[in-house]
């Protein structure tokens, strides 16, 4: 199953966020790959996770960017996010940029 996608735009919430400084080395994507749903950044359908519980194939559901060059996952990375809708059992990868 593939998820509707949506974007994840970062709206800065407290002074400490809205002091951050941008990716000095990164490219321009990086730190703007948020989102729900759709397919995940790096990683193919075959190497999607299988549930502990059923055994089936987990599917994505979003995924995490690197935030700034103090908050970077795995060399300009993110997070990925899958889960069981018949288990409620969830699973996360990270995926190296």
Not at 43 to 50: G, L, R, S
């Given at each position: 199953?593939?998820l ?11 002074e ?11 490219s ?8 729900i749903g ?9 190497d999607?996770p ?7 194939k ?19 990375g ?6 069981c ?13």
């Amino acid at each position: 199953m593939i998820l509707p996608c949506f974007n994840l735009i970062l709206e800065p919430i407290d002074e400490k966020a809205k002091k951050l400084t941008p990716f000095r080395w990164a490219s321009p994507e990086v730190g703007k790959r948020n989102k729900i749903g759709g397919l995940p950044t790096g990683i193919k359908e075959n190497d999607y996770p299988i549930c502990p519980c059923c055994g089936k194939k987990m599917t994505f559901y979003g995924q995490l960017d690197s935030i700034n060059d103090d908050y970077i996952i795995a060399d300009c990375g993110l997070i990925a996010v899958f889960i069981c809708f018949d288990c409620n059992e969830v699973r996360t990868e990270i995926v190296c940029g």
